[in-house]
């Protein structure tokens, strides 16, 4: 063998070793079921600790559009009540 497919081969095997290093630790973090739910449990935690000062916030200070949103599907709801129960006398199945 020549110096040059020494280095080559010491080189490969390196690289081989890196790549395998890398592996094991994916896996090893793949393995490790507990702490990967706690992470997620941490992230929902701090999710929802996000949302509740959102919600806290929208109700201190409502947006008129919401509120005129949330008036409107109301309405429409109510006019969909009077047109089925409308119907549902021209048909007879009231009582």
């Given at each position: 063998m020549t110096d040059r497919t020494v280095a080559e081969l010491r080189r490969q095997i390196e690289h081989t070793r890196h790549q395998l290093e890398a592996?094991?630790?994916?896996?090893?973090?793949?393995?490790?079921?507990?702490?990967?739910?706690?992470t997620r449990a941490a992230d929902l935690m701090?999710?929802?600790?996000?949302?509740?000062?959102q919600?806290?916030?929208?109700?201190?200070?409502?947006?008129?559009i919401v509120v005129m949103?949330?008036?409107?599907?109301?309405?429409?709801?109510?006019?969909a009540f009077v047109v089925v129960g409308v119907l549902w006398k021209r048909r007879g199945g009231g009582c």
């Open positions: 592996t094991v630790e994916e896996l090893a973090a793949k393995a490790d079921v507990r702490g990967r739910a706690e701090d999710r929802a600790g996000a949302m509740t000062v919600l806290r916030s929208t109700a201190r200070h409502p947006r008129p949103g949330a008036a409107g599907v109301v309405g429409v709801v109510g006019v």
